[in-house]
């Protein structure tokens, strides 16, 4: 790991301030009452200026998921669980998520050729295509993002990740403590999934890339090689939901994974 680059998928500006929610509060009360405004309108200048509280959570623990450890050569780790839950509104209030910005700083095995693991040789020729080295194509790594919503509505704690590798078939059926994975809606013709595409890793690159991937509820807009859309995520999130992160596949190595979610209230 030589270096260190950077790649940004951002649909929209992020302001420098960040308000808190008794900010924002201050705000709706001075511009309702004291300028007489109707709320409707107190919420569409709020909205209008993004004068919304942040949420924010980071994971820094370096860690190499490979699928070695597993039966079938195929790994699923999940990597990071924000700290805070989506807040529930006080009454009167109206919680909803605007945007969720990721960042992620990883890198890809970084080879080719075969792993040899007992008497079984894998190959690791992204997908057999030569001219797939340094691009996103054949890549054998990425990153996925979930909703996890708690059984019970007055849990407080929040989910456990699991500090182990699954099979993927079975990582996403673990019991979180009470905690479960909101599933996605499907065309009939396709298998429902627990997850969404995040970010895919540079194909057999052992350099270090920083990448960020903003999703709002018109998805991304604005997408980078290797990201996904994030179409229905934001729409999805939910009071009381928090965000998690897996690691899937082969040899994934993961230096931090931070999160900000904005929320409008």
Known sequence: MAESQSITSSPTSRATYIPSPQNVRRLRFLLTTLSGLPPELTDLIID??????????????????????TTEYNAALLYHVT????????????????????????????????????????????????????????SGTWFEACVLRTRDADAEAKPRAPRRIFQPDTAYT??????ELVWRDAPLDQERQATWRLQTNVCASSFEKQHEVVWSRHANESPTEGSGDGMGFVAALKPGDHIGVWCPKWMNYVREIAIEMRYAM
């Open 48 to 69: 209008f200026a993004e004068y919304w509280p942040v949420l924010k959570s980071s994971s820094k623990e370096f860690v190499r998921v490979s699928a070695s450890v």
């Open 83 to 138: 700290r805070e839950p989506i807040p529930k509104p006080l009454r009167g209030e109206r919680v909803a998520v605007k945007d969720v910005k990721f960042r992620i700083r990883s890198w890809d095995q970084g080879q080719i050729g075969q792993y040899r693991y007992g008497p079984v040789a894998v190959s690791q020729d992204w997908n057999g295509q030569p001219e797939n080295y340094g691009t996103y194509s054949g």
């Open 174 to 179: 673990w019991d979180f403590d009470g905690w």
